[in-house]
C-alpha cells in the first residue's frame, strides 16, 4: 500500500489555517471537521503500512515514513486537545 509522505505537511498547513484570524473564510467547525479527518486518514494509513511492512509487504522506509506521519497527527492533535482545555479554563476563571 502506497503512503502519501505529505499528509504531515497538509495536516501543519491545516492547523495553521485554523490559527490564523484571517485564514480561510470558510466555518471553524468545517475546518475542524476537515482537520479530525485528515487525523483519522493518517492514523489509517499509518496503520495499514505498519501491518504491510510486518507481513513483509512495504520496506522499512515507508514504515518508517508512516509511523513519523502518525506521530505529528498525534502531536497535533493533543496540542489541539490541550488548548481547547485551557480556552474551558480560561472561560470558568471569568467573573459572571
Sequence with gaps: MQTNPHI??????????????DGPQSS?????AEMA?????TMQAG??????GMTGKADAQTV???LVAS???????VSVRDR???????ILRMPV
Excluded at 28 to 32: D, I, P, R, T, V
Excluded at 47 to 52: D, P, R, S
Excluded at 71 to 77: D, M, V
Design 71 to 77: 506521530e505529528i497527527a498525534i502531536q497535533t492533535a
Design 47 to 52: 496503520e495499514a503500512t505498519a501491518i504491510a
Design 28 to 32: 471553524g467547525s468545517s475546518l475542524f
Design 64 to 66: 518508517v515514513e508512516a
Design 8 to 21: 504531515a505537511s497538509q495536516l501543519y498547513t491545516n492547523a495553521q489555517n485554523i490559527a490564523q484570524p
Design 84 to 90: 481547547v482545555v485551557e480556552a474551558y479554563q480560561e
Design 37 to 41: 479527518n485528515d487525523f483519522m486518514a
